[in-house]
């Protein structure tokens, strides 16, 4: 089982020297992983349902660093942890801009880059950024993703679809991962699920949440979902990476009931629910240890290591 932990995007955590020093910890630690998230603007009201809530509302308070520009800064201040778009909302920037970016970043990395991907839920940032329409984001992202791949793989490129085309253009350097960095696609819908069967090199869902609770039983009829979309695709479901999304670890207390989702609870409980997962076919984890104080963070973090047996290298 391979770990990752969440990079903080937003508020006084978000610092350059707070940031660092998480990234550092996480990297020492053993962790594989850094996991970016993706807003650009947040409009002062929004009424878009946030999926992965029960009452529907965005936790945010209005400020992120930019995802890429992110991505570039942690790369630069580490030398093993992937760098993985967590999820990059495929409609908000230009496709051939982004592809570029994740390229220079992958280049510079020496090939670290993974590229979550999702199709997005916030419609009043979409209007913001004058990106392509909201209820079309499903097909958009799918192009969006033949246009990465055919600028990573082809030079010169050309592409001609329904919202984007181009022709002849050299895109380089290519990314240093071949045949190019891989996807995740994120989401938990049958659709996310056909977008990873036909497009993706990995499925990258959030769980263990009151809303999307993917507990054992439903993430195993998801995976055998995927398994069969996969198939009929012609694809090995096999070659697939499962990267989970779990909560944040923040208490050592056993929680008793059937009502205890996945991932809460005492340090055997988690270790119980990893290897749960881990036979499911998930090898990795993602945690969220970030708080409102970056002591706070490396505290969760440092007892999660020690309460898996991670070492510091």
């Avoid at 996991?35 to 529907?56: C, E, L, N, Q, W």
């Avoid at 093993?80 to 510079?108: E, G």
Wanted: with cysteine; glycine share 8%.
């Amino acid at each position: 089982m391979r770990y990752g932990f969440y990079v903080p995007t937003r508020g006084h955590t978000a610092s350059p020297d707070a940031i660092e020093r998480l990234v550092a910890r996480g990297e020492a630690l053993g962790f594989s992983s850094a996991m970016i998230a993706d807003h650009v603007v947040f409009p002062t009201r929004v009424d878009s349902k946030y999926p992965y809530t029960a009452d529907g509302r965005f936790p945010g308070q209005g400020d992120a660093l930019e995802q890429l520009a992110l991505m570039a800064f942690i790369a630069g201040r580490s030398s093993r942890l992937r760098l993985v778009s967590s999820v990059m909302i495929l409609p908000y920037r230009n496709p051939v801009f982004t592809a570029k970016a994740l390229a220079t970043i992958d280049v510079l990395s020496r090939g670290r880059v993974t590229v979550g991907v999702g199709v997005g839920w916030l419609r009043e940032e979409f209007e913001a950024l004058d990106a392509p329409d909201f209820d079309r984001r499903g097909a958009v992202s799918d192009e969006y993703l033949r246009i990465f791949k055919a600028l990573w793989t082809t030079s010169p490129a050309s592409f001609a679809g329904e919202f984007y085309r181009f022709t002849d253009v050299q895109c380089l350097p290519l990314p240093v991962q071949k045949p190019h960095p891989p996807i995740w696609i994120g989401g938990h819908s049958r659709a996310a699920l056909r977008r990873v069967a036909r497009l993706g090199d990995g499925w990258h869902p959030v769980g263990a949440n009151p809303a999307v609770p993917l507990r054992p039983d439903e993430l195993r009829a998801s995976l055998d979902e995927l398994e069969r979309l996969t198939e009929a695709q012609g694809r090995d479901p096999k070659a697939l990476t499962i990267s989970y999304k779990a909560p944040v670890y923040d208490t050592d207390r056993p929680i008793a009931g059937t009502d205890r989702r996945p991932f809460m609870g005492s340090a055997d409980q988690i270790r119980e629910d990893i290897e749960t997962y881990a036979a499911l076919g998930v090898s990795e984890l993602v945690f969220d240890f970030r708080s409102e104080s970056p002591d706070e963070s490396l505290e969760r973090m440092e007892r999660f290591a020690k309460g898996l047996g991670l070492g510091a290298r």
